[in-house]
């Protein structure tokens, strides 16, 4: 007897929809930037008193900082902001082109040394005004010199789509129309301690030049060299220190390319989002279509099939096996199929039946 056929209740509606367009390739690259560290109601924009005072990106090496400004007024450390922005200042005027992992942790910058000109914030000896008391006394002049670490600096690797990861796209609505952009790279904007970086090598290079003053020079001696051949692990790791190094000295020696920074309630960003993010002509747009069957696209995004007991795969049932099997569904329902199928049973059984005994026999 054919079982009982319910109404099929659709729990989860189609409620809208869009037709989909993929925009062409942009000759600029989009990252998109996330906040990790950042509630979404708190943004770094101009509505926030918080919006960039710089960015800059490497695009060879892969990365982006920028530099927001801070309220030093509310919530804010002023000595350590002192003893920080010194640091800072001291390193980049000796030499530093940058910190952390982007500058390739600053491989090769040449030993901080002590300036001898005499500038307007020197004490009345000559000797550099690095009294941080005395900094803080005139605060309000120290943060308009440079003294103070008025600005938080945010970071992070470009990672870029690769062969058999996901591709992000970016979606913008218009009307009953979804327009798809293609991300060329996702940033993570984490804070970077680049003011710690620069005191430990102000601090660094200070106990170098005392050690330097107190000790007579050295004298350079021969020494023997012994070489060594390496076994294939050691090989290996050795060639991962190089690339490892040949990445630092690449970071390190790629300059900064300066970006320029729009605001997101600006007519620049509008005008760049209805220009970048949308398909101009949507009747001359080339039609999509899929080159994989409904069987296929399903293989292709679940896991792979695996039977447990070691048989081959199963083909998948062609249209004339389909079509049989709804005409099989079909004939069930009908009623003097049902009467007649407890009498066929019955002879199949007897037929069966006799074909044992016949074996047996």
């Known amino acids: 007897m054919a079982p009982a056929r319910f ?16 925009t062409p390739d942009l000759e600029e690259q989009i990252y998109l930037l996330q906040y990790p560290n950042r509630g979404y109601k708190q943004p770094y924009n101009e509505a926030a008193f918080q919006k960039p005072l710089d960015m800059r990106i490497k695009p060879k090496a892969g990365f982006i900082e920028m530099d927001v400004p801070m ?3 509310a919530n804010f450390d002023k000595k350590k902001s002192v003893e920080w922005g010194e640091a800072m200042r001291k390193a980049k005027d000796d030499g530093s082109s940058g910190f952390g992992l982007a500058a390739g942790f600053d491989g090769g910058a040449p030993p901080l040394k002590r300036s001898g000109r005499a500038t307007a914030d020197q004490n009345e000896d000559g000797s550099p005004e690095a009294d941080v008391e005395h900094l803080l006394r005139r605060f309000d002049d120290a943060n308009d010199k440079g003294h103070v670490m008025n600005k938080q600096t945010l970071g992070g690797q470009i990672l870029k789509d690769e062969a058999g ?3 992000y796209m970016l ?13 060329d790279g996702i940033v ?3 804070p970077q301690f680049h003011h710690i970086d620069a005191l430990t090598r102000v601090d660094r290079a200070t106990t170098r030049r005392e050690r330097e003053a107190a000790e007579p020079p050295r004298t350079t001696e021969p020494r023997a060299v012994h070489q060594t051949i390496k076994s294939t692990t050691e090989g290996d790791a050795s060639n991962n220190q190089e690339n490892a190094a040949a990445f630092l000295r690449a970071a390190h020696e790629e300059p900064w390319t300066k970006m320029k920074y729009h605001d997101e309630d600006t007519d620049a960003a509008y005008a760049a989002y ?4 949308f398909v101009a002509d949507i009747e001359a747009a080339p039609k999509l279509k899929s080159s994989m069957t409904n069987e296929q696209y399903l293989d292709a995004i679940s896991a792979p099939r695996v039977d447990p007991s070691g048989r081959s795969k199963k083909k998948p049932l062609t249209k004339k096996q389909m079509a049989a099997i709804d005409l099989a569904e079909d004939e069930s329902d009908v009623p003097g199929a049902e009467q007649a199928g407890p009498a066929g049973t019955a002879e199949g059984q007897a037929e069966a039946g006799a074909e044992q005994r016949d074996h047996g026999a």
Do not use: N, S
């Open 165 to 167: 990861k996901p591709i």
């Open 71 to 73: 309220h030093v007024w």
């Open 171 to 183: 979606g913008a609505f218009r009307g009953k129309e979804l327009h798809l952009t293609k991300v």
């Open 7 to 22: 109404p099929v209740v659709d729990d989860d509606p189609v409620t809208a929809e869009y037709d989909v367009f993929i």
């Open 274 to 277: 209805h220009e970048k993010l």
């Open 188 to 190: 993570q904007m984490r």
